[in-house]
Antibody, heavy 117, light 113 residues
């Protein structure tokens, strides 16, 4: 069974940092490009970041560039998102998403990040 | 950035009747390799999104054949031939031809009349 399980979300103060993790199982993780997609409360889907299957080619949405860092550990089947200098606009459910030609093959259940004082 | 515009924003459909959602992109989604990277996602209430259609018209395994995708260039359509209760949710189109960024439509909310 394919699983993507996010963790690491929670309440953080503005200006703070958080690291999201995504544990993958049930598919060849090291063959898939991976993404983070977020969804602010009551709003639509927004792409955040992408990393290639080998860990190179990281790309970011302009809204998070310079603050967020995507990474992966293929030996551990793990995807990460380091989020720094968080603002209220970063409040959202964050999904990790697998991509074997187009984004969306598999989605995690999401991890809620709330930025508030 | 490619802007994806969906219409309508919401849709109220009688059970067993058809439904259609339009998605337009601000530039052609046809890539030089001949592929068009337009996907459709369904998000049921309280659930994660799931992909229904990839590359315009290819149904994911397990997606009922009442769902179909069509279109080319900048105009795309998701059709449900006979709406069922389990189809309630929000539908998103997304392009992955011109990235970064990958961009989603704003969503279309489907409810049962």
């Amino acid at each position: 069974e394919v699983q993507l399980v996010e963790s690491g979300g929670g309440l953080v103060q503005p200006g703070g940092s958080l690291r999201l993790s995504c544990a993958a199982s049930g598919f060849s993780f090291n063959s898939y490009t991976m993404h983070w997609v977020r969804q602010p409360p009551g709003k639509g889907l927004v792409w955040v970041s992408r990393i290639s299957s080998t860990g190179g080619g990281a790309t970011y949405a302009d809204s998070v560039k310079g603050r967020f860092t995507i990474s992966r550990d293929n030996a551990k089947n793990m995807l990460y998102l380091q989020m720094n200098s968080l603002t209220a606009e970063d409040t959202a459910v964050y999904y990790c998403v697998a991509d074997n030609g187009s984004p969306g093959d598999y989605w995690g259940q999401g991890s809620l990040v709330t930025v508030s004082s | 950035d490619v802007v994806m515009t969906q219409s309508p924003v919401s849709l109220s459909v009688t059970l067993g009747q058809p439904a259609s959602i339009s998605c337009r992109s601000s530039q052609s989604l046809l890539k030089s390799n001949g592929n068009t990277y337009l996907n459709w996602f369904q998000q049921r209430p309280g659930q994660s999104p799931r992909r229904l259609i990839y590359h315009v018209s290819n149904r994911e395994y397990g997606v009922p054949d009442r769902f179909s995708g069509s279109g080319s260039g900048t105009d795309f359509t998701l059709k449900i031939s006979r709406v069922e209760a389990e189809d309630v949710g929000i539908y998103y189109c997304m392009q992955s031809t011109h990235w970064p960024p990958y961009t989603f439509g704003q969503g279309t909310k489907l409810e049962i009349k």
